[in-house]
């Protein structure tokens, strides 16, 4: 699991040029033990800061998603439905369908 984890950080960090990219994955390949523990005694600080930067990234998404969907209102989901109807994209069923789930999520 180490050595994923170190071969999924190598290709993350943008600092690597492509040419050290390669040589890190050649050690990783023919000498795993030696090569990890050098990696991660040379480079385990910015390692653990990448981490740290792509979880937050990953939590800063989630929210912002979170709020998009959950200020919507039922007469914005309708209103959505409506134009969809109207331009044919889907039909009075599906239309009905998006109202009563509409409807019935806030009552």
Not at 8 to 26: E, M, T
Not at 68 to 88: N, V, Y
């Given at each position: 699991?180490v050595?994923?984890?170190?071969?999924?950080?190598?290709?993350?960090?943008?600092?690597?040029?492509?040419?050290?990219?390669?040589?890190?994955?050649?050690?990783?390949?023919?000498?795993?033990w030696?090569?990890?523990?050098?990696?991660?005694?040379?480079?385990?600080?910015?390692?653990?800061?990448?981490s740290?930067?792509?979880?937050?990234?990953?939590?800063?998404h989630t929210a912002e998603?979170y709020?998009?969907?959950s200020?919507?209102?039922?007469?914005?989901?309708?209103?959505?439905?409506?134009?969809?109807?109207?331009?044919?994209?889907?039909?009075?069923?599906?239309f009905?369908?998006?109202k009563?789930?509409?409807?019935?999520?806030?009552?």
């Amino acid at each position: 699991m180490v050595l994923i984890y170190i071969v999924i950080d190598i290709f993350r960090d943008h600092s690597l040029n492509g040419w050290l990219k390669a040589v890190w994955i050649i050690f990783l390949v023919f000498l795993p033990w030696i090569t990890g523990l050098v990696y991660l005694i040379a480079r385990g600080r910015g390692m653990a800061e990448r981490s740290a930067r792509k979880q937050v990234e990953y939590e800063t998404h989630t929210a912002e998603e979170y709020r998009q969907i959950s200020f919507a209102s039922p007469s914005e989901e309708i209103a959505k439905a409506q134009a969809l109807r109207d331009q044919g994209v889907i039909s009075d069923g599906e239309f009905e369908a998006i109202k009563a789930k509409a409807l019935g999520s806030k009552f």
